[in-house]
């Protein structure tokens, strides 16, 4: 049974086979891990406390622990793959099974947010912006 999501592990898989000891070890540094971050929920007349959780790394994804963000939309803590995992496997981006949403532009924040800001990003040939 996976442990993550199917793009956590498949990007995983992708450097747990490519990468050499050294880069492993910066791997190791940014292992991706469950991160819970705290909200405020206010829908429905109601207004409370609720935790998202995420795929993080305890490098770049840290909340500091009294947070609390005005939804999960606002939540700008960096998932995993982040900007130096991203990095890495930007190595192999010739490889046939590289896939061009690990690019270190494609970063995203807890909240589904580009990192960068759209403008910097060179989209695929044909690949429309919705
Ligand atoms: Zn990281």
């Not at 956590?8 to 469950?34: I, N």
């Not at 829908?43 to 993080?56: A, L, M, P, S």
């Not at 910097?120 to 919705?130: D, H, T, Y």
Request: overall charge negative.
């Amino acid at each position: 049974m996976a442990r993550f999501e199917h793009l956590v592990e498949e990007l995983l898989d992708f450097l747990m086979m490519r990468l050499d000891e050294r880069d492993l070890e910066r791997l190791v540094v940014h292992e991706p891990q469950r991160i819970s971050a705290a909200y405020m929920f206010t829908e429905d007349g109601r207004c409370e406390v609720r935790v998202d959780r995420f795929t993080g790394c305890s490098a770049c994804s840290q909340v500091p622990p009294e947070a609390l963000f005005a939804s999960p939309l606002h939540i700008d803590v960096e998932a995993w793959p982040c900007s130096p995992i991203r990095s890495l496997a930007l190595a192999f981006f010739d490889d046939p099974d590289f896939r061009y949403w690990w690019r270190p532009e494609y970063a995203v924040f807890a909240s589904g947010r580009l990192v960068h800001p759209v403008g910097e990003i060179e989209w695929p040939w044909g690949l429309v912006q919705g």
